[in-house]
């Protein structure tokens, strides 16, 4: 089946210790996007690429940083997690660029930071 | 600014009965609306789309209307069941907030006792 893969499901990660989540598809889609969902909060974008283009959000935090290396992956980069950062992280991927495709999600990675 | 709002936070029903999970947006300007049902600890699971040129959209028990111009769509879920325990989202892609991206409400938490 056609999915979107998140890669680890858990992450527990040291006080400014980099971490990397991966994100792989196989929808083809051309638009792959990271959100981060605390607690009992709704999601918020980060920012997506659109193929190669990269789209950052203006209140996204430079500490977060992405990667598309080709059209199936696409990687978030935590340079020095801070204890606020523990949150779920949601990789999803539409068709694009209309307006009235879909966004199909993964199943996410829960991040903890020590 | 988008702003998405759900009514109830949270819905507790005996099994068997019909109900329904509202959803409201502050800009009429979308290019559609989207349910998602997420498990606790999961990823989103999208349930149902509706574009901004239809009123409603239907999937075995569950069916979702749109009210663009008042801003406003309900989640219509008959017969519940335990196995419908989830949060419920809906997000809305707004003309006015680059077409790329969801906004989305904090949820309904709903529980369906057997």
């Known amino acids: 089946d056609a999915m979107v893969i998140q890669n680890p499901r858990y992450q527990v990660t040291q006080f400014g210790k980099p971490v990397t989540l991966s994100c792989s598809q196989t929808?083809?889609?051309?638009?792959m996007y990271w959100y981060q969902q605390k607690s009992s909060q709704a999601p918020k974008l980060l920012f997506h690429?659109?193929?190669?283009?990269?789209?950052n959000e203006a209140d996204t935090p430079d500490n977060f940083q992405s990667r598309r290396p080709n059209t199936s992956f696409c990687f978030l980069d935590i340079r020095s997690p801070g204890l606020g950062d523990a949150a779920m992280y949601l990789c999803?991927?539409?068709?694009?660029?209309?307006?009235?495709?879909?966004?199909?999600f993964g199943p996410g990675t829960r991040l903890t930071v020590t | 600014k988008q702003e998405v709002t759900q009514i109830p936070a949270a819905l507790s029903v005996p099994e068997g009965e019909n109900l329904v999970l509202n959803c409201s947006f502050t800009d009429s300007a979308i290019y559609n609306l989207q349910w998602f049902r997420q498990d606790p600890g999961k990823g989103l699971t999208s349930l149902l789309l509706i574009q901004s040129s239809q009123r409603e959209q239907t999937s075995g028990r569950l069916n979702a209307s749109l009210d663009k111009s008042s801003g406003r769509s309900t989640l219509y879920i008959a017969a519940s069941q335990p196995g419908d325990s989830a949060t419920y989202l809906c997000?809305?892609?707004?003309?006015?907030?680059?077409?790329?991206?969801?906004?989305f409400g904090t949820g309904t938490r709903l529980l369906v006792s057997p």
């Open positions: 999803a991927t539409s068709r694009g660029p209309g307006q009235g495709y879909e966004q199909y």
């Open positions: 690429y659109y193929d190669k283009d990269f789209n």
């Open positions: 929808l083809n889609h051309n638009v």
């Open positions: 997000a809305v892609r707004g003309m006015n907030t680059g077409f790329q991206k969801l906004v």
